[in-house]
């Protein structure tokens, strides 16, 4: 049965950093990656990973300010966060890619979600 069990969000000022985990369990080596979804706005891509952790893809709004790794060993992929501003205020979900091939940046190649977690930044 696959799951994915999000943690880690919270309240934090501008400038802050969160670390967000996604704990992963009923599969191995597919990609994941981060979304998030403010209120009345879309689920956007945040950032993703390889299976084998080679690689990564990040939205251009956080590029240099997050970074996603995983730990296969315990099956968890986490996404730092740093210089946190009020427009990353969102529920993050982690997804894990439909099929093994390449890193995917839209939520329909997405097959299953976690049930999200909540980052709010303070100005």
């Known amino acids: 049965q696959v799951q994915l069990v999000e943690s880690g969000g919270g309240l934090v000022q501008a400038g802050g950093s969160l670390r967000l985990s996604c704990a992963a369990s009923g599969f191995r080596i597919y990609s994941i990656g981060w979304f998030r979804q403010a209120p009345g706005k879309e689920r956007e891509f945040v950032a993703a990973i390889m299976g084998s952790g080679g690689s990564t893809v990040y939205a251009d709004s956080v590029k240099g300010r997050f970074t996603i790794s995983r730990d296969n060993a315990v099956n968890t992929v986490y996404l730092q966060m740093n210089g946190l501003k009020p427009e990353d205020t969102a529920v993050y979900y982690c997804?894990?890619?439909?099929?093994?091939?390449?890193?995917?940046?839209?939520?329909?190649?997405?097959?299953?979600w976690g049930q999200g977690t909540q980052v709010t930044v303070s100005s």
């Open positions: 997804a894990r890619d439909h099929d093994l091939y390449g890193i995917k940046t839209t939520a329909q190649q997405y097959e299953y």
